[in-house]
């Protein structure tokens, strides 16, 4: 019988295949691997807890209750919103309108369960991620920050400067000369 698997801290392709050949080495039949989830047959001797400590070794887990379920789809839409944004920059939607419709739930909804399930409010999660995109950007050093401002659609090459000292504590030239120590791991947010 195929048993939806859902997963905490999938944030990248690398994760997407990590689980999947995990799942494999266990013996299951995996139909299909996406961030979040996993759709699988399990062998009779596999159990969900064999299941879950294999992925603990890795740092995932499995999610069981809808709440906390549906709190990690939110971070997967919010992942997803930032790719949207790279995309459309100014034309792109609004995060509130795009987290919605990828979940299809009411976003005042969605935040209030977020709120309870991790220590961010979604806007403050977006907010995380979105320093992160941009340490990652500086990091490459094939944009300037008024190329960095716009891809991730910061109204200013001053408020995303702004933004970025009140997240990180530092300056963007500061961050720069630190060679770039302080990267976060996207599953720590």
């Known amino acids: 019988m195929t048993t939806t698997l859902h997963i905490k801290n999938m944030v990248c392709p690398r994760c997407i295949m990590v689980v999947e050949n995990e799942l494999k080495a266990l013996g299951a039949e995996v139909q299909a691997v996406k961030l979040g989830y996993a759709e ?12 879950d400590n294999k992925l603990k070794e890795f740092g995932f887990e499995l999610l069981y209750d809808a709440d906390s379920i549906l709190a990690e789809e939110a971070k997967t839409a919010v992942l997803a919103y930032l790719k949207h944004l790279e995309q459309e920059g100014k034309n792109a939607k609004k995060l509130s309108d795009f987290v919605s419709s990828e979940i299809g739930k009411n976003y005042n909804y969605l935040s209030k369960v977020f709120s309870k399930q991790t220590a ?12 992160e995109k941009v340490k990652e950007l500086l990091d490459y050093d ?43 791991f996207l599953d720590d947010l």
């Open 40 to 51: 699988v047959t399990l062998p009779e001797a596999i159990t969900l807890h064999i299941v």
């Open 120 to 131: 961010h409010t979604l806007e403050k999660y977006y907010i995380l991620l979105r320093v």
């Open 142 to 184: 094939q944009l300037n920050v008024s190329e960095i401002a716009l891809q991730l659609g910061y109204s200013s090459v001053h408020y995303l400067s702004n933004q970025f000292k009140r997240i990180t504590g530092l300056s963007i030239s500061d961050y720069k000369k630190r060679l770039r120590i302080n990267r976060g």
